[in-house]
Every structure is written in structure tokens, then in C-alpha cells.
């Protein structure tokens, strides 16, 4: 399995997933997207489709309904889960190998982000909203 991206911004799980689709680092990511992405509280859906397209994956967003949920299993989808108490704005995952890979997996018992840690985890933690699906 490959290593997991650790988010280096409090708001930096999407930053994290997208470096993961491209297999490459946090830092790459944050400067490709510049500044004020790498700073923002949030990774619009339409954004963030946009910017895994223009770096030559090909993506497709929709919303999250209970017809389509087997589809979120695939390999590479990246998953928006729901706002919580836990993830106030939202929470981006991405699958890889049967696993979700978490770029702040102790999120839970630690919220300083010097201390964030990456890892997979067998379960979403929260209801899928959004999903960006690769396409072949």
C-alpha cells in the first residue's frame, strides 16, 4: 500500500487527497493550487473536479444519493463527507486499495494540526455528500 499524505493546513484534506491522486507531495499540490487555496477553509467540489482534470486525471462530481453508493467504493474516488461537529466544513478521503485513506487520522483525539497524522482507515467517518469518481 502506498504512504498516506498527511494534511499540512487545518483545512488541507482536500490539498492531501489531491496530492495523493497525482502521487505526489503536499507541498507540490499547495504550491500548484497557490496561495490562497492552500489557505482557504474550503475546496469547492466544482474546483477541485476542475483541478484533478487540468492535471490530467479525468474526474467527474456528483452528489452522493443512495443508488449510487456502491460507485464510492471505487479505487481513486475521493469522497466529501458531511459537515459534523467533528469536520465543521466537510471532510475529503480518498480510496485506495479497499481502505480510505485519512489525511488526519487522529483528527479525533488531537485538533492541533503540528500533530496531524495520515493513515488508512477501513470506514468512512461521516455520510458521503459528494463524490468525485475517476473515469477510465
Given at each position: ?12 484534506c482536500g ?61 481513486g474516488t ?59
Amino acid at each position: 500500500m502506498r504512504e498516506s499524505v498527511t494534511q499540512e493546513f487545518d483545512y488541507g484534506c482536500g490539498i492531501a487527497c489531491f496530492a495523493f491522486a497525482l502521487d505526489v507531495t503536499y507541498k507540490q499540490v499547495a504550491n500548484q493550487l497557490g496561495e490562497l487555496q492552500a489557505n482557504s477553509t474550503r475546496f469547492w467540489i466544482k474546483d477541485f473536479t476542475a483541478a484533478l482534470n487540468n492535471s490530467g486525471k479525468h474526474y467527474i462530481a456528483k452528489h452522493v444519493k443512495p443508488p449510487m453508493m456502491r460507485k464510492i467504493y471505487k479505487e481513486g474516488t475521493i469522497v466529501l463527507v458531511r459537515r459534523s461537529k467533528q469536520y465543521p466544513t466537510g471532510y475529503y478521503l480518498i480510496r485506495h486499495k479497499g481502505h480510505w485513506m485519512d489525511p488526519w487520522i487522529n483528527l479525533p483525539s488531537n485538533k492541533d494540526i503540528k500533530h496531524a497524522e495520515s493513515g488508512f482507515r477501513k470506514r468512512l467517518p461521516g455520510k458521503p455528500m459528494y463524490a468525485l469518481l475517476p473515469q477510465s
